[in-house]
T-cell receptor, first 113, second 115 residues
Framework: GEQVEQRPPHLSVREGDSAIIICTYTDSATAYFSWYKQEAGAGLQLLMSVLSNVDRKEEQGLTVLLNKKDKRLSLNLTAAHPGDSAVYFCAVSHDSGYNKLTFGKGTVLLVSP | GPKVLQIPSHQIIDMGQMVTLNCDPVSNHLYFYWYKQILGQQMEFLVNFYNGKVMEKSKLFKDQFSVERPDGSYFTLKIQPTALEDSAVYFC?????????????FGPGTRLLVL
């Protein structure tokens, strides 16, 4: 089955720096890619999602890059601020099936002032 | 945004007992999901549910697990009997439709500890 690796597990940056999180996946049939943010005590909040025909998407200080050849998905938080401190998860799913998400292990991001 | 609620937030029970985890999904959503996350590991899909039926389940969804949503009330995950390895955080999610582009909205999780 699908395997998703996410790195780094922990990331510490200063306010204003960029933070990059990377996921790799194994199944070339993967069609839908998303990033979630989880703050303490809260559910997962969808940040951004892309289909497999999209290489790059930018929204509100976030950039998602998809490299299908290398089966790599990345999330770049440009100019991070302390409010971005949270756990970030990538999740992927296939065209077939019933919207079953396969998650990475998560990245704990700490943005210090 | 839309909110999914989960009750209780924490549950401690003795091995062999039954436990029911409750999920209050987004009101107009039709598809419901459970995911399991053991401490330090990935969140893993358990089951999805639509129109009163399980549509897909993973190998983690053991025979001791069952799901239902009677009369549009809570979407529940029941474990009977519980085992030590069931200790985990269980996340409920719901989506309006069941396509792969339909956003799943997640609850905050129920932390289950089986002693």
């Amino acid at each position: 089955g699908e395997q998703v690796e996410q790195r780094p597990p922990h990331l510490s940056v200063r306010e204003g720096d960029s933070a990059i999180i990377i996921c790799t996946y194994t199944d070339s049939a993967t069609a839908y890619f998303s990033w979630y943010k989880q703050e303490a005590g809260a559910g997962l909040q969808l940040l951004m999602s892309v289909l497999s025909n999209v290489d790059r998407k930018e929204e509100q200080g976030l950039t998602v890059l998809l490299n299908k050849k290398d089966k790599r998905l990345s999330l770049n938080l440009t100019a991070a601020h302390p409010g971005d401190s949270a756990v970030y998860f990538c999740a992927v799913s296939h065209d077939s099936g019933y919207n079953k998400l396969t998650f990475g292990k998560g990245t704990v991001l700490l943005v210090s002032p | 945004g839309p909110k999914v609620l989960q009750i209780p937030s924490h549950q401690i029970i003795d091995m062999g007992q039954m436990v029911t985890l409750n999920c209050d999904p987004v009101s107009n959503h039709l598809y419901f999901y459970w995911y399991k996350q053991i401490l330090g590991q990935q969140m893993e899909f358990l089951v999805n549910f639509y129109n009163g039926k399980v549509m897909e389940k993973s190998k983690l969804f053991k025979d001791q697990f069952s799901v239902e949503r009677p009369d549009g009330s809570y979407f529940t995950l029941k474990i009977q009997p519980t085992a030590l390895e069931d200790s985990a955080v269980y996340f409920c999610a719901s989506s309006r439709l069941g396509g792969n582009q339909d956003t799943q909205y997640f609850g905050p999780g129920t932390r289950l500890l089986v002693l």
